[in-house]
């Protein structure tokens, strides 16, 4: 059982880790200055295919709880991102989304019954901590409009992410995680055209091969692990596995393009590696409501906790 847990979690890990290396692929492969082309490119299309792959559309209350979660997990998340990275320097945008795991412990404790327990909350503060360390310039300036889009943006993803465990779908993997994509990427449609234009005329080898990548592995892959990875573990423990991003961020611009890294980055990708790890090692706690309370959930013998909602 520990054994399957643990593999389910390194298996969840590959998610943050491929959204990682999407930062090489953005500077590197794609055309400058369009940051929503890419996420309207890494959405959509990743969620067609899936939903082609599987034949499935929503029913019933799905139709809008799929648009609701593919706001929030996707095209929210995407355009208020977009603003954060564009009025602030990466560290400071990547060390406010970094409050991310603390908000959704606190939004677990108050819809799905989670313990907000003291391991967490000072894993998180040390999750936040190491990632500043890590990513953060004595020179960065501070924009409050920057600053409450990054903010803004970890909220709406916590919310997402607590969300998709607390309304758990019935139909395949694949195919909720396609709708959410589809949903995600038709907000952002608009909000590209108007800001940035329509698309280049002329891409390139290499400008194709960056979108392929986002699209595929970047969304299609990744997200499918990432929600597969709620269904299966708590929100928290998933939500510190995306500390990670950062961490294979810097490393390959470390690996790939020979940027510096000095004792205070390694210190605080230490720091961040001992959060996330301190988490996954904690028992996962429910708050258990007195005898007799209308909010005390039904006991169902033999089932898989990722398919509780």
């Known amino acids: 059982m520990l054994r399957n847990r643990f593999g389910v979690v390194a298996v969840t890990a590959l998610a943050p880790a491929v959204w990682g290396t999407t930062y090489l692929v953005t500077t590197e492969l794609l055309p400058p200055g369009r940051p929503l082309l890419a996420a309207v490119a890494r959405a959509l299309p990743a969620g067609l295919l899936l939903v082609a792959i599987t034949r499935t559309l929503p029913s019933g209350s799905w139709w809008w709880r799929a648009a609701v979660l593919g706001a929030l997990n996707i095209g929210v998340f ?11 320097p990466g560290g400071v945008a990547a060390t406010v989304g970094a409050v991310q795991p603390l908000l959704v412990a606190v939004l677990s404790a108050g819809l799905l019954g989670e313990r907000l327990t003291a391991r967490t909350a000072v894993a998180a503060a040390a999750g936040m901590g190491g990632v500043a360390l890590l990513v953060l310039r004595a ?11 990054a903010l803004g943006g970890a909220v709406v993803m916590a919310a997402g992410v607590v969300l998709s465990k607390r309304w758990t779908s019935p139909a395949p993997l694949l195919a909720t995680t396609g709708w959410q994509l589809v949903a995600g990427g038709l907000l952002l449609l608009p909000v590209a055209y108007a800001v940035e234009g329509p698309p280049p005329a002329h891409l390139t ?38 500390l990670l991003s950062p961490v294979v961020a810097t490393a390959l611009g470390w690996l790939v393009l020979g940027q510096s890294l000095g004792a205070w980055q390694g210190l605080g990708a230490a720091v961040v590696l001992a959060a996330l790890v301190a988490v996954q090692l904690q028992p996962a706690r429910t708050a258990q409501p007195a005898p007799g309370d209308p909010g005390a959930p039904a006991l169902v013998p033999n089932t898989p906790i990722g398919e509780r909602s």
Do not use: S
Not at 78 to 88: I, S
Not at 139 to 149: E, P, T
């Open 78 to 88: 995407f355009a208020l991102l977009f603003v954060g990275a564009y009025r602030l």
């Open 205 to 242: 080898a290499a400008n194709l091969a960056g979108y392929a990548y986002l699209t595929l592995v970047g969304a299609a892959l990744a997200y499918t692990l990432w929600f597969r990875g709620i269904r299966a573990l708590t929100p928290t423990k998933v939500t510190f596995l995306g």
């Open 139 to 149: 020179d960065a300036r501070l924009d409050a409009l920057g600053v409450a889009a």
